[in-house]
């Protein structure tokens, strides 16, 4: 009634905090109520002030009010909510006024529709839409068209449109019939409370209504396509506009003729914007978008309206008022449908982490007039990006006014700003002009800056706005919650429970909700309900990380049952000695907190993106390939066909006609299946179960799946309780066990480069195939585009979208036949502004016959092309890195920015960043770069940035190096710094510009790894179970039958609760440091634990290997945390695996899997079918023979699903946790697997039990693949002699292509490419070759095409060759030619088939050398001279001759002794051996660039690009001084020569102590030094191990022995340890011993 008198005052903000112009929380309990206003106070503190002094706080609060709203505030715009699908259709397409005239529910016409309220209606016929459109308000459903019955419980609930009643005159609907059959027992006063709810759920959940608009971006952001608008009207022409004159409007720019047209412009816009948001407006009068030619344009009552084509200008002038009339009516539903709701674009100047004016305080710039760097402590964040302050006084100046202390132009540089470009600064370089503070690149666009600031600066802001469409971002809306691998926040604790009960409380599986992509769990449903209803209120505070943490900013993880609630917030703790610090001053820390946690939030959040599961097979294909309309049309489950698909939320739908996927298209949401597609009851459940497609129901209108037929009756006898169960399961499910949907990506590229490197744009602008330029090139979508001047790479950069090429560039009549086929790039045609390009010159005659069909029906068939052969893209990282796997060749990166010089970095301070090890030469800055590592990481991955400039990569030397616009730029030498720094900003844009294509071709997929420590059954913490270390605080042997596989290892449980608890947080009950001794990794080392010595620190369980390490650890345990991790990641870069499941398949000693029987016959023929090796195919490592080739083919297309399951072993003996080998007659197909048996007998006992034996051996065998299987090794098979590895009997590969006719190659251009070396004619060749081996390499390994198309392998003749589909074929000889040529595309895919099979059987693992050193007769290298002075005289300006090493200071690399003058040389050789060891192996540099060997002189010698070179004479010293391209061409020649002469590092026959008989340890027992702590003589019973006999006296001894003689084999190979310290090896007494470190050590005396 009266709602202005009792909403509080200042917004419900505390009182006090007003009074001081900042906005403060308040605690609802603190209030006062003065001359009937109501006053909040945030705590007793603002109470105790307002008490004093009410009327002064109250007087400065009225003041400071207007400004703050002004500030902060939001305009106020009313909100609807309407139910719709796809968020525009609503009553699910059906028609509102249908249920007023016909009294029933009836599916609306798309041809008629209206837009109310943001929402689409359709209607059945053009009648009812214009009854509609004279009083909507009559016709649209009450409630936003959400059930009636649910507003009555206050909550939103879809509908199903045939349950409806008239109430009143008004429609309403209902979920289903359960609810329609409640609201009339009593519709009165369901209605009643409906409508009291309604406006509460509004104000929740309801948008902003008419907030979209819809503008023709086909062209970018830059409208009609740079036309001038004004133009059009004002001169009746289309003029084109000037790039200098540009306005911004509506989020896009307009670009004008001249400065008159632009102020006209800006005085009206809305009389100038082209009618129907720029799109052509005979194309909306028909109802759909279509792009406009500029020129093509009419002026109807004023109204700019342009149009497609002539074609189109022609219809719309036959009548252009009924046309335009049309065109009026249908824009607001395409800008309902079409839309998106606009979003401010935001430009900042920021790194990866977001991290603003590279760390630099932007107050300071006022305050002390320099640059200051700010510290990680005070941040802040505006426009998305992270602002530093050198203090808490600055930070909060920022706080109070943002704007006032960001810089001007996002931070770039203000003179660039005002020539129109965007260019980075120097933060030193600056001015504060006109109150604004502006950044400079460098001193020169400072000096040319102040020489007229005043106009620079005008143009810059005239400039900005352009700047700003054309290169920011709508900033992202983030969160950040501590949660679990699974998802699971609080640790599965109750956050309702701190509130209600005040302690912490576990929550119960069955009992979930989903906030933020997290799932909460809670102790009962009540308090599910009361957190779903308000989840803002019981989440805990900074995501649930420690608050006191994010004080310090950082993060960190919490123990559940420390913390408490402050001012209604859950605020949780580390620990309780972090709570002890926290209570001394809660106020301050959580001010602190409160202030970090923004930009913990930009730095670490993700964006929130819905999760989506779908039950799908291993291909992506949903509902096993049955057709989800046909369960609505044709009432039953119906098989799709392959050639009808589309996708939709990350998987595949197949359909049994083009009708019924165009009507899924249509409406996908209608059709999908409910809850993923898995069983509806398993859901009721809280479980993920697969599904028998004919087993359904349509409930509500809804696709529901079942498992089985018993499953459906279970559900069916309670249905409305199955739904509501299953309903409130799945988000939770949907989070645990789904994603976020990828972006998938299928682009035609060759080596990364599109449209085989021709311009895309100049298919437009020149209208012909133009090749491009290396030069002139752009990474767009995960490939490379090339360009033949720099003004096409210009127009590709502002509008990418406009230049890319249809179907991802693969053939536009291939996709329109739902195929993928590769293109001539002369073949293309340009159908309404999209570049099409065509296999061949027949495949473009067709298409040319009825392009906008074809073209109609290819856009169709893309999705599903992408859903199933599209990839995410996965970014790479190229990084120079050395053999050890360090950046910067060890150098610390900080040590550049703040000594100015490049300082050697120490193994104990590590970093790594992007999969490369970083090393630093203080703590201190090892915390700096950990901070901000895209900071002090150099640019261009570490390569010299003057070769990235000219598209090369080159290696660097870290002593020659720059810093500029705040960025790390190192060299490969002094003389391409001199290069550089001639025009150091050029360069740099040029190196930047080209860095994203060098990434693409050279760079990795960086790899996660993990490092645990497992026994060589895969099993981790030697069995002991996780959780009941927390639990019992001791070890508990875990039991083999109750198991976990986590991450490639196998852990043991006591009991199945304690099971459990892991599987709900895995992470929670994993030791740290992979289960190694935590003091060991401190000191940078992994090294073995025992299971007694443990413990938990801060909720991680820590292991040690001895007393000793478990008492170093406790004498500083936080010295020596914090080392351990800082090393760890290190560590698990240098020792860690990829996350793999090794392959166990049961196959004969060929090879052959399945005993040669046929897979694809068991189920096409139900019976085992010998298979025959003439039809072969290979899958994971194994050979399967066919009956036929046409069963060989359908297994080649989806291998998968016709594979026998459990890897062709037993399926009952895996039931019982064994393998067995398979009689492949005894078989069965359940649930479309083939399942195969050891004897009738196990068949028998199989079936008796049914889906229980199926889920046992489900449970075991990913146990078993981790202990028996292994990861096969990928085989090569090239025809090549064995002598010397050349292939193609040394002839020219590429000449094949580009001369067509074969030519022999040189020596001195070679290339390796799968363990052979190839030879060229000419460099240009061996670099094309380079660039794209796949592509020139023989196909069949260059054995002879027709000799394996009969299964055979032939050597060939090069000049009998056939170059067919790009590919080149060798054969024996003209005859051979004569015969392939016949048929040459049957034989080829004959030979295709054939090929795998060969490869299996006959090729063998890539096996590289990788060692070639030059080397004396003692593995001397360098002639003992040290390799370390070479570096330390060169770079102090001394060049003088190298120095001797001594023969007691060695290091060893590679194989090869190198002698150090001194312990410090020694000491830098270790730290970094492949930094210091000679290049080319220490062999003559000029003799290998001719590609031969030659002993070189170690004093005569040069460094190059941070190596070290030596040569053979002071003459060839020369001719490498005078071509300074013999570098490059010995580097290109290095690999074939380590190919053909090198040799694979030695593995060193272990050093063991034993006597004549090979007997180790004297015959002492080595297991009993370590069960029974004293010297044993063993027995008879013996083992080998390392060329030693050990002796045991117990079988049990011997047993533990065999199981990990590692752990039980003595150290020094049984040699006396005091002996090996001095450098001797001395026999030992067997009974004088110490086990150190969980290792055996032995002494003489």
């Known amino acids: 009634a009266e709602p202005a008198k009792y909403v509080p005052v200042y917004g419900g903000y505390c009182a006090y905090g007003a009074s001081r112009s900042v906005l403060k929380p308040i605690t609802p309990t603190l209030f006062e109520v003065v001359d009937d206003k109501l006053y909040f106070l945030q705590n007793k503190e603002a109470m105790d002030h307002w008490k004093l002094d009410w009327r002064r706080i109250r007087y400065k609060a009225n003041a400071n009010w207007p400004g703050m709203v002004s500030r902060h505030g939001e305009p106020v715009q009313t909100k609807v909510l309407v139910n719709k699908m796809e968020g525009v259709l609503a009553i699910q397409g059906y028609d509102p006024v249908a249920y007023f005239t016909f009294k029933r529910a009836e599916e609306g016409d798309p041809s008629y529709t209206a837009t109310f309220e943001d929402a689409i209606y359709q209607f059945a016929t053009a009648a009812h839409r214009d009854q509609f459109l004279r009083y909507p308000q009559k016709y649209v459903p009450a409630f936003g068209g959400y059930c009636t019955y649910a507003a009555s419980l206050n909550v939103l609930k879809d509908i199903t449109p045939s349950c409806f009643d008239i109430l009143d005159g008004r429609l309403v609907l209902f979920h289903n019939e359960s609810a329609l059959e409640i609201w009339h027992e009593d519709a009165e006063r369901t209605f009643a409370k409906s409508k009291a709810n309604w406006a509460g759920l509004v104000v929740q959940h309801g948008t902003h209504a008419g907030s979209r608009v819809l503008v023709n971006q086909e062209d970018g952001p830059v409208a009609i396509q740079g036309y001038d608008p004004v133009a059009y009207i004002e001169q009746k022409e289309a003029v084109q506009g000037n790039a200098q004159f ?7 720019i307009y670009r004008f003729a001249s400065p008159a047209n632009q102020a006209t412009f800006q005085e009206s816009p809305a009389k100038y914007m082209p009618s129907y948001g720029g799109y052509c407006g005979y194309g909306v009068s028909l109802n759909v978008l279509k792009d406009i030619t500029p020129t093509c344009f009419d002026v109807v009552d004023g109204r700019l309206v342009l149009v497609h084509n002539q074609k189109a200008l022609e219809l ?78 600055n930070q909060h100046m920022f706080l109070e006014c943002p704007k006032m202390y960001a810089p001007a132009f996002g931070g770039y540089c203000g003179y660039a700003a005002s020539m129109g470009v965007l260019q980075q600064v120097s933060p030193q370089c600056f001015d504060v002009f006109d109150g604004r503070l502006v950044l400079q690149h460098n001193d020169t666009a400072q000096v040319m800056w102040r020489s007229d600031a005043r106009g620079a600066m005008m143009r810059a802001q005239a400039n900005w706005p352009s700047l700003e469409v054309l290169n920011g971002s709508v900033p992202v809306h983030k969160v950040l919650v501590n949660k679990s691998d699974t998802n699971l926040a609080l640790q599965g604790y109750d956050p309702v429970a701190y509130f209600t009960q005040s302690m912490a409380v576990e929550g119960h599986p069955s009992f979930t909700a989903v906030y933020e992509n997290a799932i909460y769990r809670f102790n009962c449903a009540e308090h599910r309900d009361r957190f779903t209803q308000n989840p803002s209120k019981y989440v805990p505070a900074f995501g649930g990380y420690c608050g006191y943490s994010a004080a310090r900013n950082v993060l960190k993880p919490v123990t559940a049952s420390v913390g408490s609630i402050i001012g ?70 119906t098989p799709g066909d392959p050639q009808y698909t589309t996708a939709f939320e990350d998987a595949i739908y197949q359909f049994v006609s083009a009708e019924h996927r165009d009507t899924f298209i249509k409406n996908p949401h209608r059709y999908a299946p409910m809850f993923g597609g898995y069983c509806g009851t398993a859901l009721s459940m809280n479980m993920l179960v697969e599904i028998t497609p004919s087993c359904f129901e349509i409930v509500d209108g809804h696709l529901v799946l079942f498992h089985t037929k018993e499953s459906m009756e279970a559900w069916n006898n309670d249905p409305d309780d199955a739904w509501v169960k299953a309903e409130a399961n799945w988000p939770a499910l949907a989070v645990r066990h789904g994603g976020t949907p990828g972006t998938k990506i299928l682009v035609n590229a060759d080596a990364g480069l599109a449209i085989r490197g021709y311009d895309p744009v100049a298919y437009f602008r020149q209208g012909e195939a133009t090749k491009g330029c290396a030069h002139f090139v752009s990474v767009q979508g995960g490939v490379i585009y090339q360009f033949a001047c720099a003004e096409n790479l210009a127009a590709f950069v502002q509008c990418p979208k406009k230049y890319t090429p249809a179907f991802g560039g693969h053939c536009g009549y291939a996709a329109s036949s739902n195929e993928l086929k590769d293109i001539d790039p002369t073949c293309f045609d340009i159908v309404a502004g999209r ?42 990282v190229l990084i120079n890195k050395t053999e050890e796997n360090l950046a910067l ?160 290892a196998i852990y043991y449980f006591a009991s199945p609760v304690y099971r459990r608890l892991f599987l709900e947080c895995p992470s929670k009950y994993l030791p740290a440091f992979g289960g190694y001794c935590a003091y060991a990794a401190s000191q940078g080392a992994l090294k073995p634990v025992q299971s007694s010595l443990f413990d938990i620190i801060k909720g991680q369980l820590l292991f040690f290997g001895s007393f000793k390490a478990f008492a170093a650890w406790q004498h500083n345990t936080p010295l020596t945390s914090a080392a351990a991790e800082a090393q760890w990641p290190g560590l698990v870069e240098r020792y860690g695996h990829t996350l793999e499941t090794p392959l166990l398949v049961n196959k004969n000693d060929e090879g052959v899997a399945l005993k040669g029987y ?61 393998l067995k080998d398979v009689k492949p007659e005894v078989f069965a197909v359940a649930d479309a697997r083939l399942m195969l048996f050891s004897s009738k007998k196990a068949f028998k006992e199989w079936v008796q039990e049914g889906k229980g034996n199926l889920s046992k051996a489900d449970k075991n065998w990913p146990y078993l693949q981790v202990r028996d299987g292994k990861f096969p090794d990928a085989k090569v098979l090239v025809n090549k002699p064995s002598d010397l590895p050349v292939a193609l009997q040394g002839y020219d590969p590429v000449s094949y292509f580009t001369r067509n006719k074969a030519i022999e190659g040189s020596k001195r251009f070679g290339a390796v490419h799968e363990d052979a070396v190839y030879l060229f004619s000419t460099p240009d ?113 001394r060049i003088s001759l190298p120095q001797e090493g001594l023969a007691e200071i060695t290091g060893v690399h590679n194989d090869s002794i190198y002698r150090m003058a001194s312990p410090e040389h020694q000491q830098l050789f270790m730290l970094c051996p492949s930094r210091y060891v000679p290049a080319f192996g220490g062999y003559c540099a000029v003799k290998v660039a001719q590609g031969v060997l030659e002993v070189a002189d170690p004093t005569i010698y040069d460094i190059v690009e941070g190596r070290v070179v030596v040569f053979s004479t002071f003459a060839d010293f020369t001719q490498w001084q005078r071509d300074p391209e013999l570098y490059a061409k010995a580097k290109a020649s290095w690999p074939s020569l380590v190919l053909c002469y090198g040799t694979h590092p030695s593995n060193v026959t272990p050093l063991i102590n034993a006597d004549e008989s090979g007997v180790a340890l004297h015959g002492y027992d080595p297991v009993a030094y370590f069960t029974q702590h004293k010297a044993v003589v063993g027995g008879d019973e013996g083992s080998r191990y390392h060329d030693a006999t050990y002796w045991f006296a117990t079988a049990e001894h011997q047993e533990q022995f065999q199981k990990a003689p590692k752990k039980f084999s003595p150290a020094f190979g049984g040699y006396c340890a005091y002996g090996v310290s001095r450098g001797v090896l001395k026999d030992i007494t067997p009974t004088l011993f110490d086990v150190r470190g969980g290792r055996l050590v032995l002494l003489q005396n």
């Open 1158 to 1218: 046929d897979a694809v016959a068991f189920f096409t023929q139900t019976k085992a079918v010998p298979g025959s090796p003439a039809f072969a195919a290979v899958h994971n490592d194994a050979i399967y023979h066919f009956a036929s080739a046409r069963t060989r083919d359908v297994f080649a297309k989806a291998p998968s699903k016709y594979v026998p399951a459990f890897g062709g072993y037993c399926a009952y003996a895996l039931a019982s946790n064994a």
């Open 568 to 637: 209604g917030r859950l605020i949780l703790m580390h620990d309780e000695k972090t709570y002890d610090i926290w209570k001394q001053d809660i106020k301050g820390v959580l001010a602190k907190a409160d202030a970090n946690w923004p930009a913990l939030l930009s730095r670490h959040g993700a964006p929130l993106e819905p999760y989506v599961l779908v039950n799908k097979n291993e291909s992506g294909i949903a509902l096993q390939g049955y057709d989800p309309v046909a369960y609505y049309t044709l009432k039953r489950a």
């Open 246 to 252: 540009s306005s911004v409007f509506g989020g896009m």
């Open 835 to 876: 570049l099409v390009l065509l296999h061949n010159k027949e495949a473009l005659s067709s298409w040319k016959r009825s392009p906008g069909r074809l073209i109609a029906r290819a856009d169709v068939n893309w999705p599903g092309l992408m859903a199933r052969s599209g990839s995410s893209p996965v970014p790479k």
């Open 1325 to 1437: 060749n061996r670099d094309m070759f380079a660039k794209a081996p796949h592509k020139y390499v023989p196909a069949f390994g260059g054995f002879c095409g027709l000799a394996v198309t009969h299964n055979k392998l032939k050597d060939v003749k090069p000049d009998c060759f056939d170059v067919v589909k790009d590919r080149l074929v060798l054969l024996s000889g003209k005859e051979a030619l004569s015969m392939w040529l016949k048929d040459r595309q049957g034989l080829l895919a004959e030979a295709d088939a054939n090929w795998p099979r060969l490869v299996v059987t006959n090729g063998a693992p890539l096996d590289t050398p990788s060692v070639l050193v030059n080397k004396d007769a003692e593995d001397l290298a360098l002639e003992g001279f040290d390799p370390v002075v070479y570096f330390r005289k060169f770079y102090f300006g």
């Open 889 to 1048: 060749q060890g150098y610390d990166a900080v040590a550049y920015f703040k000594q100015n010089e490049a300082v050697v970095g120490h193994p104990q301070y590590t970093a790594v960043h992007e999969d490369v090890i970083y090393r630093f030469a203080s703590e201190e800055n090892r915390n700096l770069f950990a901070d901000a590592p895209t900071t002090y990481a150099p640019a261009f991955g570490g390569y010299c940035a003057y070769g990235a400039s000219l598209y090369a990569l080159k290696e660097a030397n870290p002593f020659c190096f720059d810093v500029i616009g705040g960025r790390l730029c190192v060299f490969s030498s002094e003389a391409a710094l001199v290069q550089w720094k001639q025009d150091d900003s050029g360069a740099y844009k040029r190196a930047e510009q080209n860095w994203p294509g060098l990434v693409l071709v050279h760079g990795r997929i960086p790899v996660t790894k993990v490092v645990v420590n497992k026994n060589d059954d895969g099993v981790a913490l030697n069995g002991y179970d996780p959780v009941a270390f927390f639990r019992k605080n001791r070890p508990i042997e875990g039991k083999a039958d109750c198991r976990v596989l986590h991450e490639g």
């Open 316 to 393: 719309w002038k036959h009548s252009p008022s009924r046309t335009l009339h049309r065109a009026d009516a249908n824009w607001p539903g395409l800008v309902m449908r079409k839309g998106t709701v606009p979003e401010e674009k935001v430009l900042v100047n920021k790194n990866e982490y977001n991290l603003a004016l590279q760390g630099y305080d932007p107050v300071a710039y006022f305050t002390q007039k320099a640059a200051v760097r700010g510290l990680p402590d005070f941040t802040a964040v505006q426009d998305d990006a992270i602002y530093r302050f050198a203090s808490a006084e």
